[in-house]
T-cell receptor
Framework: SQKIEQNSEALNIQEGKTATLTCNYT??????LQWYRQDPGRGPVFLLL?????KEKRKERLKVTFDTTLKQSLFHITASQPADSATYLC??????????FGSGTRLLVRP | NAGVTQTPKFQVLKTGQSMTLQCAQD?????MSWYRQDPGMGLRLIHY???????DQGEVPNGYNVSRSTTEDFPLRLLSAAPSQTSVYFC????????????FGEGSRLTVL
């Protein structure tokens, strides 16, 4: 069956360090993958989209990689700040018009 | 620019009651969808629409009904509420073509007693 896996345990890091979050998937061949940020009590907010033919995408302190052979995406936040503390969701195209989400990983950045 | 607006933000129902969660977007997006979010299970797609008059089922459609009479509005109806439908519901919209970011509303927290 199709599955998207994100680490359910919170990632706890020191301010200034690089946070790396993982998204693994099985039995999908997505044309693209997206990352969202969700704060408590709020709706998810789009961060980055990466297509299957792109290995890496950057936006300010954010970097996303997409390895279709490993079926994995890595999401990096460099020089992390306490304001980066949130839950990060990966999402990929399941089939036409259906974006399927992982359960998210909570990031805690300690001052 | 309001984006995606959901109402109500909170609702408590008794088992068997019906209600409608409202969703409106002012971005002229063709694609709209409803997700539910439960602890540890992520966002699960309930129903979606690729344009006015067109709707289709997502991953967990049972117990829910939708219609899309206008581009702007995409209401979600609970026909006979059950405790298993206690959840946070998110409406989202997307530009035409099914590619690109989803714009989410702030969510509607529903409790069914």
């Amino acid at each position: 069956s199709q599955k998207i896996e994100q680490n359910s345990e919170a990632l706890n890091i020191q301010e200034g360090k690089t946070a790396t979050l993982t998204c693994n998937y099985t039995n999908y061949s997505p044309a693209y993958l997206q990352w969202y940020r969700q704060d408590p009590g709020r709706g998810p907010v789009f961060l980055l989209l990466i297509r299957e033919n792109e290995k890496e995408k950057r936006k300010e302190r954010l970097k996303v990689t997409f390895d279709t052979t490993l079926k994995q995406s890595l999401f990096h936040i460099t020089a992390s700040q306490p304001a980066d503390s949130a839950t990060y969701l990966c999402a990929l195209e399941g089939s036409s018009y259906k974006l399927i989400f992982g359960s998210g990983t909570r990031l805690l950045v300690r001052p | 620019n309001a984006g995606v607006t959901q109402t109500p933000k909170f609702q408590v129902l008794k088992t068997g009651q019906s209600m409608t969660l409202q969703c409106a977007q002012d971005m002229n997006h063709e694609y709209m969808s409803w997700y539910r979010q439960d602890p540890g299970m992520g966002l699960r797609l309930i129903h979606y629409s690729v344009g006015a008059g067109i709707t289709d089922q997502g991953e967990v459609p049972n117990g829910y009904n939708v219609s899309r009479s206008t581009t702007e509005d995409f209401p979600l109806r609970l026909l006979s509420a059950a405790p298993s439908q206690t959840s946070v519901y998110f409406c989202a919209s997307q530009r035409a073509g099914g590619l690109g970011e989803l714009f989410f509303g702030e969510g509607s927290r529903l409790t069914v007693l």
